[in-house]
Structure formats: C-alpha cells, structure tokens
C-alpha cells in the first residue's frame, strides 16, 4: 500500500489536529500547514485556542477574532483565521440551548457561570471543540487546522465533551434540582449531608452559588449532551487526523511520547509527527574548503570543536525522535530544521509550509 | 554581546517560598531542581513541589539518593494534588467520613470545577502550611505553565468574592498574606530567549504588577546560546568568504542563533523593569544529567550594558 503523503492528507481529510507539549512551535506550525493547504488549492481554515493570541503575530495580523478572517495570500485556496474566544463561544451555546430568554439571562448573570468562563481550566478545550464543530459544518472551509492549547495533558483536549457532559449529570446537583423525584426522599439526608460538609468547608454561598447555576442549566444538558456525542464522533470519524508536533530535545520527546500514547489509546492514530526545530544537518567536506587553509590554527580548533558539539546534539535528537516515531506507529515523520533566525514573517511560514507539504 | 556576570542560583530562591512559573517548554523543572540542589549544597533544608511530575524532577530524584553530598541534607521532592490537599484536610478536622463520601458521590469534583480557582487555592494552601510548620527553609513550588498561573494567583483573591465564611474564606486569607509578604515570598519566571516566550514574560509580569500579589524576584533566561569566539581576522575571512563547509555553517547557525537571543534579552531589559534578569546557558546537550544542573552556571545580565 502506497502511503498517502501530507498534501493527500489535506485533501482527503476536514480536520487535522496538532497537539503535542507546549513551546513546540505547534502554532506556528498550525499556520504553516493552513497556508500550504491554501496554497494547494483547499479552502482552510486555521483555528487557534491559545490564549497567548500567538497566531495573529505569526501571520502579520493586529488582531483575530472568534469569526474567521480572511487572510489575503492570492493563493488557490482561501486561508481564514479563527482565534477561540471562549466566553463568547460559551454564551452563543447557552443562547442556543436555551429555553428562555430569561433562561439566558439568569446563566450569563451567574456568579459561577462568570467565573467558569474566566477561570475554569480546561474551558479553552470544551470550546475549541465547539468552535470546531461549528467550522466544520461551515460551507466556507473544506479543511480546519487546529492547533490545540497549551497543556500538560492531550486528555485535556479529547476528554472535554465528555467532562462538560458528566459535569452536568452530576448526581447529587441532579437530584437538588429535580423538582418532584421519588428518590428525593430516600436520598435528601445523603444529600443534605454532603451539601452541608461542602458549605462548612467552601461556605455556604457557593453551595448556593452552584445550585442555582445547576438549577438555570436545567434542561439544556440534553443540547450539550447531544453535542457532545456529535463532536466526538467527528474526532472520531475518517475525516479527522491527528498530527504530534515535538521538539527533538529529550525532555520534550518523553512528554510528546506520552500525548501520543494517549491518543492511541483513544483510539486515534498518528498522521504525522512533526519534528520541530531539529538541530540542522551540514552536509559537505571540509576538507575541499578555501577559506579554512587561511585560518589560524585557534580558529581551525573553535569551528571544528563547535561542529562537533552540533553534530553530537544533531545524533541524540535523530535517534530519540525516530524511537518515539517507531513506538506511536505514526504513519511518518517530517523533519523541520532550526533555521536558526526564527519565524517572523508570513514567507517564513510559507517557507516551513513548503518543507512540510513537500515531505512524505 | 549583552554584559553578565556570574551569580549564584540561590539568587533565583531568595525567599523562603518561590514560585517558579514559565510557559510550558522553558524549563521550569530545570531551574527548579537546579535551584533546590544548590540550596540543599548550601546547607539549606529544601523541598521541591510540583503538580505533575516531569522527567528532569523524576531523574533528579532517582540520582540524588546515589549522591554523598545529598545523603545528610537530602532535599524532599513532593507532588501535589489538589484532592487530596482537600482530604488530608477534611481528616485533620475529623471529617474523614465525609470527605470519602465528596468523592464517591462526584461532587468533589463538581465544585471544583464549578468554583474558580479551588484547587489552585487548596495547593497554595498547602504550600502555605509547609511554610508555616518551619520544617523547610526552602520552598520551591515549580508551577503549573503561565495559562493557569494568573488562576493560581488571583484565586485566594478571586474566592474572596464568593466566600464569605468558612474553610475558604480562612484559607484565602492566610495564602493572601503569605503572597503579600514579600520578605516571605516570591516569583521567579523562567523564559527562553526566543520571540513567544519573551513576550508573554513581558506580559505575564505585568499582569502579576496589576494583581499587586506576589513580588516578581527573577526573570531567568534559560537556554542562552553563545557562539565560540573566533579571532577578528578569522571572523572577517569566514564572513567574505560565503564558504559553505560544514564548520562554517555550523558557526554561522550558532551565531545566528545567538545574534536572536542577544536581541530577544534587550526586548526584556527593556521590556520589564525592577525584575533581577538572570540568564542559564545553552547546554550543547538534549537531556541534563543531575551533575549537569549542579553545574549549571547562572549569570546575572547587566542592564546597564553596552547594548548593540
């Protein structure tokens, strides 16, 4: 079976997903990859939920929002930029889900509500996938690039639907709201208790605080619910992919290992691995060169001892990186270079599109 | 060049608690684990905590038992979690049965993640019953990356709000007063000499000014690469030549590499006042051993320098 290369990944697939450890360059990459895909003819979209706001100096742009914006690049394909504004993105759900206007009103004036968008950890993540799903069916885009937010743990990001669901089944809220349950009775002394021992501890206007947040919820779970199972089955479907982007250092290759770990065992594989940064290979003789026969012997030693330092770097990084390509099965592994000068400009990107686009 | 001039890393833990905060991938575990050998080498009794364990603090801990100098003044490695922060507590005051049943039934976690900053403020909590029981000189608290700093900073603040009475209400308090102090306390950044991370250090350490907590003590510039220094002539022969030998591009990738880092770290001594800017060097290496860190030289950069 011929494998199918990263451009026959673009066309074929509707989402591809970057994850990996944090300070990778995945959102550069992200950038790069949309960009290559604009430029071969597909209308994509780049989605970003880093709240550092890092893509919008990546491609030049003062700002991005949580609609898309196009980027002018005069390629086949149209390029859009998203960046994640998650409150925004939670409140159009709850408008969505609503009953009531009242409904809608009493959750945005929530205390809890409030907090949850400004402080929750893992919030990004349950409206990344949101704001995916919502690309996704948007006519517009035929690809959505995804770089994912910055966390310890790939759990994170593929859990939220599940975690937004089970947070609001949760038992003990259901039954404080459930307005005439038969099973109120047997268990209000449980639940009283346990209610009791959080407001000694958290106080007891937090307590109050959450059942009210519990009891304006009510009826909108089955919308998030629902939701939910949609947007794991596209994470699931053949027209997602996943693709682990790490540094070659060894640190960060024992933590990638571990984010593709965990989506194997979510059942996901891995397209690619992209190798960032990679200390770059100098290929030639020294030997046939004019310039060093003019150097002083000092000078011969600093330039060859520094070679040597690279090359035994540049040996560790390649040897790590194809073990842990080896150990997630990944389907292949595109090698980017450290061009030593960073990545400033939108044709520094195009530039990284092209190498990536053009590897197997 | 960028002037500098070599100090100590105990100059990154001043204070008897330092938080130490970067973005994920700067090395956050390196000088956390760098920091408490050398307090441990100084005599001082230290512990290290973190919420997840990396793999420089698990190798660390795995070699220091082999090592002589650590055998008397051995520094103690501890993760924490916030659940079970909230179950030792809830045992201390003979709540025991009850904190099983917060987490049989869920709701633990329901509250905890429907009430900001929870667990951020039961870790603080704990760091500040460490801090209070004495039992260490040094605490280094090697925390989770920048995104959820300003959550763990501002939740004793942000709690306030919400609870007026009880467990959280005292804890917020007494972990306000532990940030506030800054005889007590302090926050140690670690950035990269690179353009993301040096602006969202630039950021983050304003952001923590506007939450007027914790004393921003230290920037520390990890991974700082210097290029081997050739003769004038040598150099100027390299440059006219354009030659394209392994060597010489080799040089010229390192030396591109510094000429970013060199501007990345006037981006900062511009960008960030009042904040002691230290800097690691680039080890040529991918994976520091526990001898490396111990030789980890840390240098102090000096603003008033001749910049270029």
């Known amino acids: 079976m011929t494998k199918e290369s990263v451009l026959d990944i673009l066309h074929t697939k509707s989402v591809v997903i970057l994850t990996g450890p944090g300070g990778v360059g995945k959102t550069s990459c992200a950038a790069s990859i949309a960009i290559g895909a604009a430029l071969s003819g597909i209308n994509t979209a780049v989605v970003t939920i880093d709240p550092a706001r890092r893509l919008a100096n990546a491609l030049g742009l003062e700002t991005i929002g949580n609609d898309p914006v196009e980027i002018p690049m005069g390629s086949a ?57 919502e690309l996704h069916n948007d006519p517009r885009f035929d690809l959505l690039i995804v770089d994912t937010p910055p966390s310890a743990n790939a759990l994170d990001f593929l859990d939220a639907p599940r975690r937004l669901v089970s947070f609001l089944d949760n038992k003990v809220f259901r039954i404080i709201m459930s307005p005439s349950s038969t099973f109120l009775k047997p268990l209000s002394f449980a639940t009283r208790a346990v209610l009791k021992t959080i407001s000694r501890v958290v106080g007891a206007e937090i307590v109050d605080e959450a059942v009210a947040f ?44 571990d984010f593709g770990e965990k989506l194997l065992s979510y059942g996901f594989s891995i397209a690619r691995i992209i190798s960032n940064r990679e200390v770059p290979l100098f290929i030639g003789d020294d030997h046939n060169s004019g310039v060093l026969d003019d150097l002083v012997p000092s000078d011969l030693d600093i330039l060859s001892e520094n070679l040597t330092k690279i090359e035994l770097l540049r040996g560790v990084e390649q040897k790590d ?34 190498s990536i686009i053009s590897s197997n | 060049m960028i002037e500098s001039h ?120 704990k760091i500040k019953q460490l801090a209070q029981s004495g039992q ?6 090697d925390a989770p990356a920048s995104g959820h700093l300003m959550t763990l900073l501002s939740s004793p603040t942000g709690l306030k709000d919400i609870a007026k009475v009880g467990l ?74 354009g030659d394209s030998s392994p060597s010489v591009k080799a040089y010229e990738y390192v030396t591109a590499r510094e ?43 000096i603003r008033e320098g001749n910049l270029r």
């Open chain 1, 77 to 133: 394909g149209s390029l859009h930029a998203v960046m994640l504004d998650a409150d925004a993105t939670f409140d159009a759900l709850i408008r969505k889900y609503a009953k009531s206007e009242a409904q809608v009103e009493a959750i945005l004036a929530n205390k809890v509500y409030q907090n949850l968008t400004q402080y929750l950890s893992g919030i990004q993540e349950y409206m990344a996938m949101e704001k995916i799903f």
């Open chain 1, 214 to 257: 519990f009891k304006d919820f009510e009826g909108m779970e089955d919308g998030f619910r629902s939701r939910a199972v949609e947007v794991g089955d596209l994470l699931q479907s053949e027209k997602t992919t996943f693709f682990l982007v790490t540094s070659p250092r060894t640190n960060t290759i024992i933590d990638a290992k």
């Open chain 1, 321 to 354: 990186i194809d073990d842990m390509t080896r150990g997630l099965k990944a389907d292949g592994l595109i090698h980017v270079a450290d061009n030593g000068n960073g990545l400033t400009s939108i044709e520094d990107l195009a530039r990284l599109a092209s």
């Open chain 2, 6 to 125: 070599e100090s100590s890393l105990l100059a990154a833990t001043s204070q008897q608690v330092t938080i130490v905060a970067g973005k994920g991938g700067v090395g956050k575990s390196t000088v956390s684990v760098a920091s408490a050998l050398a307090n441990a080498r100084a005599g001082r009794s230290v512990i290290l905590l973190s919420t997840d364990i990396s793999t420089i603090t698990a190798n660390a801990e795995k070699e220091i038992t082999a090592r002589e100098e650590y055998a008397t003044n051995t520094p103690v490695f501890q993760l924490l979690k916030a659940e079970e922060i909230l179950i030792e507590y809830l045992e201390t005051h003979g709540l025991a049965s009850l904190g099983k049943r917060l987490i049989s039934t869920g709701v633990i976690s329901v509250i905890a993640t429907a009430v900001p900053g929870i667990r951020e403020l039961l870790i603080l909590a």
């Open chain 2, 136 to 141: 260490y000189e040094r605490i280094i608290f």
């Open chain 2, 168 to 241: 959280l209400k005292s804890q917020s308090d007494e972990v306000e007063e532990l940030l506030n102090d800054r005889g007590r306390s302090g926050l140690t950044i670690v950035t990269l000499p690179e353009e993301t991370p040096v602006s969202e250090s630039i950021e983050t350490i304003a952001k923590i000014r506007e939450l007027k907590s914790i004393a921003v003590n230290a920037l520390v510039v990890n991974q700082r690469i210097t290029a081997p220094k050739l003769s004038a002539s040598g150099l100027a022969a390299i440059i006219e030549s």
């Open chain 2, 259 to 301: 000429k970013i880092a060199d501007a990345e770290i006037s981006r900062l001594i511009h960008g960030i006042s009042d904040v002691e800017i230290l800097e690691l060097p680039y080890l040529f290496q991918s994976n520091l051993s526990i001898s490396d860190l111990e030789g980890l030289k840390i240098r102090e950069i």
